[in-house]
């Protein structure tokens, strides 16, 4: 074993990152600054379960993870749509395969940590990193039960602390770095809705649910108890906004104007909304990711995004797997860490920008869009057209969810794509007028087939 890697943070990119390097032969210690989450309870509203796709899935099946993860997934097939009292299932994809699934945060995390652990890696739990010497890699942390600090030089530092990084926020103060942290003048709040007398869910349980109502939205996914975590996503500030849901009463009314099927489900409602905290969405975007070969940033703490289209986790996971495999052919006593944190960087940050964009697109989609007669029409359309030319035309949520296509490559493409169901609809409002010769033509000229996956 070469020197030992200091893993900051063991949210979910720090645990599975751990898994992998110990996978490699190296010694890994973890730094938590939260308590073992395996022997307390997670406190309520921090997205308690999250969708887990394609690229999060690879990356658990790469250390060997599939089996313990599936039992603990629940496929979500669509979009469930809550509008004029009408239920309208939206699917994911072309298929039954191309599906999401709903995951319980805690759960995950506790099977990374088991799994960490069981290839040997150290973890020391409530022990908040306070200082980074990022010239150094020389860390101070405080051990929270005790009070003591303690100093330590690491070889090298990997900071997963998560989207308000102290790694990131040092890290940019060196020479040439750049950093911005951009919240959204909208919050979030978690609610639920409980599991039937029988534990069971009361609402279709495959499925994602969206209450759309254009400024604002609920969605609801489903937890193995039987139960619903519920999230409503509104401005902060403002006539229809958290500021202005001050009472039990406001927030009573407010559900029975808007969203009166799910405040049926929701006995404990206004008790809830005001026991949970509001969250705060931010994207993060920074340059460089790491400094020399001496400290380097993964997960939220380099490119934290909004949730809309389910993929910070999934793009932490992808990171994990594209790491390793730099590590490929690396001896663990000689590893040439700066060039590694290098081509890291040039493999993810142009990629990391692109489903940064595209989450924030995905909040209109989902609270406004969904109910445009023309994005289901375009929606069919994008299907005959996969259908018809697979290699070349992916409709862009399949490549980000389904596939492995590189963000960036996904963000390119769909815009091209956009613009060529634009031209191919024209004004009409159904299909039956589509040239699928001419659609094929212009496929092959605008956009060529899909680069293989990485
Ligand atoms: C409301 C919401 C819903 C979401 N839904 C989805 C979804 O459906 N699908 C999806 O893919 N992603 C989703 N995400 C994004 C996902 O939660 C993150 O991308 C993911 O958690 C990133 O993992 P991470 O390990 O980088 O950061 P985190 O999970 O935040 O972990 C960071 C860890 O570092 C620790 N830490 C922080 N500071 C310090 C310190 N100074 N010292 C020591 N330890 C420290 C923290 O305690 C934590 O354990 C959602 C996010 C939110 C907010």
Redesign the pocket.
Request: glycine share 16%.
């Given at each position: 074993m070469g020197e030992t890697i200091t893993i900051?943070?063991?949210?979910?990119?720090?645990?599975?990152l751990s898994i992998y390097l110990a996978r490699r032969g190296f010694d890994v210690h973890l730094?938590?600054?939260?308590d073992d989450?395996r022997r307390h309870k997670l406190s309520a509203g921090?997205?308690i379960?999250?969708?887990?796709?394609n690229r999060?899935l690879r990356a658990l099946d790469a250390v060997g993870l599939g089996d313990s993860v599936r039992p603990l997934l629940i496929t979500m097939k669509g979009r469930m749509l809550h509008e004029n009292d009408q239920l309208h299932l939206q699917p994911y994809g072309k298929n039954d395969q191309e599906v999401i699934y709903?995951v319980s945060?805690p759960g995950l995390?506790r099977l990374l940590l088991d799994t960490a652990e069981a290839h040997g890696v150290r973890i020391s739990f409530n022990?908040?990193?306070?200082h980074v010497d990022v010239d150094s890699a020389t860390i101070t942390?405080r051990d929270n039960v005790s009070g003591d600090q303690y100093q330590r030089e690491c070889h090298p530092l990997i900071a997963?602390?998560?989207?308000?990084?102290?790694?990131r926020r040092t890290l940019a103060f060196s020479p040439g770095a750049t950093s911005a942290e951009e919240f959204l003048e909208h919050g979030?709040k978690?609610l639920t809705i409980p599991a039937d007398a029988n534990g069971d869910h009361r609402i279709e349980k495959h499925a994602l649910h969206i209450w759309p109502r254009g400024g604002f939205m609920l969605i609801a996914?489903p937890n193995l108890d039987g139960s619903f975590t519920v999230?409503l996503f509104m401005p902060r500030e403002g006539e229809t906004s958290f500021a202005s849901l001050d009472s039990h009463d406001a927030v009573t009314d407010f559900f029975t104007r808007t969203f009166h099927d799910a405040l049926e489900l929701m006995p404990d409602l206004a008790t809830e909304f005001f026991a949970n905290p509001t969250?705060r969405?931010v994207t993060v975007r920074c340059k460089p990711w790491y400094r020399r070969d001496k400290v380097l940033l993964?997960?939220?703490?380099?490119h934290?995004?909004?949730?809309f289209?389910?993929?910070?986790?999934?793009?932490?996971?992808e990171d994990c797997l594209v790491f390793d495999r730099l590590l490929a052919g690396e001896s663990t006593h000689a590893v040439d860490w700066r060039s590694v944190f290098a081509l890291f960087q040039a493999q993810r940050l142009d990629n990391a920008n692109a489903i940064a964009d595209l989450a924030l697109e995905n909040y209109i989609v989902m609270r406004e869009s969904v109910r445009d007669p023309r994005f289901h029409l375009k929606k069919a359309l994008s299907w005959e057209l996969e259908k018809r030319f697979p290699k070349a035309f992916i409709p862009r949520y399949s490549m980000v969810m389904f596939h492995h296509i590189p963000y960036a490559t996904a963000q390119s493409r769909g815009v091209i794509q956009e613009q060529l169901l634009e031209e191919l609809i024209g004004d009409n409002d159904t299909l039956d007028h589509v040239d699928y010769a001419s659609a094929k033509t212009l496929i092959d000229t605008r956009l060529g087939n899909v680069p293989e996956s990485a």
């Open positions: 900051a943070g063991a949210g979910l990119a720090g645990s599975l730094i938590e600054r939260r989450m921090r997205s379960n999250l969708a887990l796709a999060g709903s945060r995390n022990q908040t990193l306070c942390v997963t602390d998560g989207s308000g990084s102290l790694t979030y978690e996914l999230t969250g969405m993964l997960g939220d703490a380099a934290a995004i909004v949730p289209h389910g993929q910070g986790m999934n793009c932490a996971f």
